[in-house]
């Protein structure tokens, strides 16, 4: 599929990522310079690396292919689903973070509540990203087994050395740097393909009209309110209570990969612009996810799965050079995602499980070293178990329901815990467990409580519900904490005009 | 109740208009924000129109009001 310009382009991207992360290397001397990057960052490398992480080559091909059947609405994740979540975080949480000198988000809640609530939470973190990352070495071999001709091995080993080289080296300032190659590779190489498929269709106006007389399953194609009875997975309701309320929230504020590069910032009013400025470049990733698969409706239509949408319209569309371009694209996003989780994750072991529970108090050097071997130990991990991905080709879809279930309890436990001051450690590791127990049950029991194709966005909901209720009686009935605990943990008016240090 | 049944009598129309005061309730609250809180982290001196992140919120509001306007 690939020609000669194209092998150049890969190759290329490939090797100028690895040398752009290893010059980070020299700015690598602490534990926080490895987990914080030194407290040192702008705002526009954080806010572009905060876009980047999220989408993934997975994220392309799947959002394409749900554009391909249910249309525009997809969109709502990336513009409802992350700005109003994104401003909260800004203004709200992120500063509590920063001006607490956290490093990991399960860190600020066993400051909130307990060490259990946040072993508990950590814990879930690290399994989930261990996992998912497994299932990353193993999509981007595939893809370089299916346009470059690499044996899997090979290419698992090909990415996992490139990214697992800057990232044990040169640590999360390394990360966000090459995220910012790989947001402006992403942009070029996606705008690439909407322009020219743009010009394929002839034009927006003339592709809005060729769907419109495809048949009445394009009615609401356009429509970015899907109507409450819709049997897509994206009915208004979901999209509003599920997305809008829970999981953006949950994602934005609680999700350690994102709020770690805020954390990073040189100075508060970075902090608070990264998420800010990453928020309008979230508007933009619809245009190069959605779009393509809209336009596919036109170029290719009947295709019996909506994930060829994209490939189709590579293989169709794009001219040799520009095909290196977007596969260099598709890379970037791999490799964006898998140097977010190998960072993230070596954070959460060595802060929220080896610090407290292994070695405490060993000096600054040590626990950098320990951040180091764990990246390389969640390497080898990601290694050996990215087979699993063949064998069980649903695994992908499964950690992302696995996520869902505790989406909403943790989003219900971090919410009252900076905004109630009565919520004490009892209401929230009830809330977490009953709320991860009740979407469990929810998801078992789908088909019975639910009458669209994937509720998702509903479980979300009532288990966030759930936790949030849980978290307000179990509270009230049990012993409050002091003033004193609750110092520089929980909002106050002071924070928005004096209360500068916590 | 767990599919929101209670609430198919709302209309597509008017389900935009709720996401569309949303974004206006956003807007409000972050206009009553503080202008030192949003200045927090840059010195006096260097405090310009361009860095009040009040203005690149109601900007990013602004963009996404009128995508869910338009579709």
Redesign the interface.
């Known amino acids: 599929m690939l020609a000669g310009i194209d092998y150049f382009i890969v190759i290329a991207y490939i090797i100028g990522m690895l040398l752009l992360g290893l010059y980070f290397k020299k700015f690598v001397n602490s534990s926080e310079d490895y987990f914080l990057g030194g407290k040192s960052l702008p705002f526009w490398a954080i806010g572009m690396s905060i876009v980047v992480s999220d989408i993934g080559a997975l994220d392309f091909v799947g959002v394409s292919g749900q554009a391909y059947r249910y249309g525009?609405s997809v969109?709502n994740f990336d513009?409802?689903g992350s700005?109003?979540a994104m401003?909260l975080a800004?203004?709200i949480f992120i500063?509590y973070f920063w001006r607490g000198g956290m490093y990991t988000i399960p860190e600020y809640l066993g400051r909130r509540y307990n060490q259990k609530v946040r072993t508990i939470a950590s814990v879930t973190w690290i399994l989930f990203f261990a996992l998912d990352l497994g299932v990353l070495f193993w999509a981007s071999a595939v893809l370089l087994n299916v346009l470059m001709g690499w044996p899997i091995w090979i290419s698992i080993v090909a990415t996992a050395g490139v990214v697992g080289l800057y990232t044990y080296f040169g640590g999360i300032t390394a990360v966000i740097m090459t995220d910012v190659v790989q947001f402006v590779i992403m942009f070029i190489g996606g705008f690439a393909l909407v322009f020219l498929s743009l010009y394929e269709v002839g034009g927006w106006d003339n592709m809005v009209d060729k769907i419109a007389t495809m048949g009445p399953e394009y009615r609401n194609h356009?429509?970015?309110?899907?109507?409450?009875?819709t049997k897509s997975p994206f009915?208004?309701?979901?999209i509003?209570?599920g997305l809008?309320f829970v999981m953006a929230n949950a994602y934005m504020i609680g999700n350690q990969s994102i709020v770690q590069r805020c954390l990073t910032a040189k100075?508060?009013?970075?902090?608070?612009?990264s998420m800010?400025?990453g928020?309008?470049l979230k508007?933009f990733i619809p245009i190069l996810v959605l779009f393509p698969g809209l336009m596919a409706v036109v170029v290719h239509p009947g295709l019996a799965d909506g994930d060829q949408a994209l490939p189709m319209m590579i293989k169709s569309i794009l001219p040799p050079g520009l095909v290196g371009l977007m596969f260099a694209a598709f890379f970037a996003g791999l490799m964006s995602s898998v140097d977010s989780l190998l960072n993230s994750t070596a954070t959460l072991f060595t802060k929220d499980i080896y610090e407290p529970f292994i070695k405490k108090g060993a000096d600054d050097k040590h626990y950098l070293k320990v951040g180091q071997i764990t990246t390389l130990v969640l390497l080898l991990i990601g290694v050996a178990t990215s087979p699993i991905s063949s064998d069980f080709p649903g695994i992908y879809v499964a950690i992302q329901t696995f996520m869902s279930y505790f989406q909403g309890p943790i989003f219900a436990i971090l919410l009252l815990g900076i905004f109630w001051k009565r919520t004490t450690e009892w209401g929230g590791l009830s809330a977490l467990v009953i709320g991860i127990g009740f979407a469990v049950y929810?998801n078992v029991f789908k088909e019975q409580?639910?009458?669209?194709e994937d509720?998702f966005l509903?479980i979300s909901w009532?288990s966030f519900l759930l936790g949030f209720i849980i978290n307000v009686v179990v509270s009230l009935l049990t012993k409050k904490h002091t003033e004193e605990q609750l110092k520089g943990l929980v909002f106050s008016s002071k924070?928005?005009?004096e209360n500068?240090k916590l | 109740m767990?599919?929101?049944?209670w609430?198919?009598g709302?209309s597509?129309e008017t389900?935009?208009m709720?996401?569309l005061s949303?974004?206006a309730l956003?807007g409000i609250l972050?206009l009553l924000?503080?202008t030192?809180?949003?200045?927090?982290?840059?010195a006096k001196e260097d405090r310009h129109w361009w860095?009040n992140?009040k203005l690149?919120?109601i900007?990013?509001?602004c963009?996404?009001a009128s995508?869910?306007n338009h579709?």
């Open positions: 525009i969109g513009w409802v700005v109003p401003l800004a203004f500063p356009f429509d970015i309110i899907q109507p409450q009875d009915p208004w309701t979901g509003l209570f809008t100075n508060e009013w970075h902090a608070k612009a800010i400025f928020s309008a508007m929810l409580f639910f009458t669209i509720p509903y009532w924070i928005l005009v500068k | 767990f599919n929101f049944d609430l198919s709302v597509q389900a935009k709720i996401f949303l974004y956003i972050v924000l503080p030192e809180y949003v200045y927090e982290g840059i860095n992140l690149w919120s900007a990013v509001l963009i996404l995508i869910y579709f």
